[in-house]
């Protein structure tokens, strides 16, 4: 069955910096894209990036420049660095994969708190 998990999260201090994986098994992962998202409580799901097959990344405007997306082929496995974190970083972190508009999976989430 197809399997997202999330790993890496945890609590850091504001402008420090945090790894979060997502394990991905059951589909054929290079065929997919991935991407990220966190959702704040009271807040909607906010995608955060993507890689895609040709490894281009893309990001919205508030995390370019401190979040980096990539993957490792061989380990199914998708990273997202974060650097310079700020409190309003504190969310709950999903990865997400998807095959054009046909298949979207999403993981359980890790949580990740910024805070002094």
């Known amino acids: 069955q197809v399997q997202l998990v999330e790993s890496g999260g945890g609590l850091a201090q504001p402008g420090g910096s945090l790894r979060l994986s997502c394990a991905a098994s059951?589909?054929?992962?290079?065929?997919?894209?991935m991407s990220w998202a966190r959702q704040a409580p009271g807040k909607g799901r906010e995608w955060l990036g993507a890689i895609y097959n040709d490894n281009y990344t893309e990001y919205p405007d508030s995390v370019k420049g401190r979040f980096t997306i990539s993957e490792d082929n061989a380990k199914t496995t998708v990273y997202l660095q974060m650097n310079r974190l700020k409190p309003e970083d504190t969310a709950v972190y999903y990865c997400n994969a998807v095959l054009a508009s046909v298949y979207d999976y999403w993981g359980q989430g890790t949580q990740v708190t910024v805070s002094s």
């Open positions: 059951g589909f054929t992962f290079s065929k997919y894209s």
